[in-house]
C-alpha cells in the first residue's frame, strides 16, 4: 500500500492546487468537486508547512489537537510581533474554517443552522492569496531562537 510513500514537501499541496485551480476546465468531474479539493489542500499545504517550520525552529511540541493547538501557540508565542502573530492565526482559522465548510457542509447553512458562528465565503484566489502570505511570512522570518 504504501510502495509509493515518498517522503513529502507541504508546499507540493499548494503546486497540485494550482494546477488543478488552472485546468477546473479539464476535468469531467463537476467544478465544485475541484474546487473543495482546492480548498482543502491550500489548508493543508499552509497548516504542514508551518507546523513543520514551527517544529523546526521555534521549538514547537506538535501533538494529534496540532488543528487548534498550533494556530493558538502562534497567537501567544509566535515568532513575529504580536500584531503579525494575530493576523497569521486569524488567516490561518480563515483556511481552516473554509476546509471545514467545504468539507462537512453539502450546502451553505442558514444561520439558525450556524448558530452564530460565522460562514466564509472567501474565492480561491483569496485563499491562495492568503496561503502565500502565511508562507511567505515563515519564510522570510528572522529570528534569534
Request: net charge negative; charged share 30%.
Amino acid at each position: 500500500m504504501f510502495d509509493d510513500f515518498d517522503d513529502f514537501e507541504p508546499l507540493y499541496f499548494l503546486d497540485f492546487s494550482e494546477e488543478l485551480f488552472s485546468k477546473i476546465n479539464s476535468f469531467e468531474v463537476n467544478e465544485t468537486t475541484i474546487k473543495r479539493v482546492i480548498y482543502c489542500r491550500i489548508y493543508y499545504a499552509t497548516f504542514l508547512y508551518v507546523r513543520e517550520w514551527l517544529k523546526d525552529n521555534w521549538k514547537y511540541n506538535s501533538t494529534k489537537r496540532d488543528h487548534t493547538q498550533m494556530l493558538n501557540f502562534i497567537r501567544s508565542k509566535g515568532p513575529f510581533n504580536r500584531i503579525l502573530n494575530h493576523k497569521i492565526y486569524d488567516n490561518l482559522l480563515m483556511l481552516k474554517s473554509l476546509r471545514h465548510q467545504v468539507d462537512y457542509y453539502i450546502i451553505i447553512p442558514t444561520e439558525e443552522e450556524l448558530e452564530g458562528k460565522e460562514w466564509y465565503c472567501e474565492s480561491i484566489e483569496t485563499a491562495f492569496e492568503i496561503a502565500n502570505f502565511i508562507i511567505q511570512s515563515f519564510e522570510n522570518c528572522e529570528f534569534n531562537n
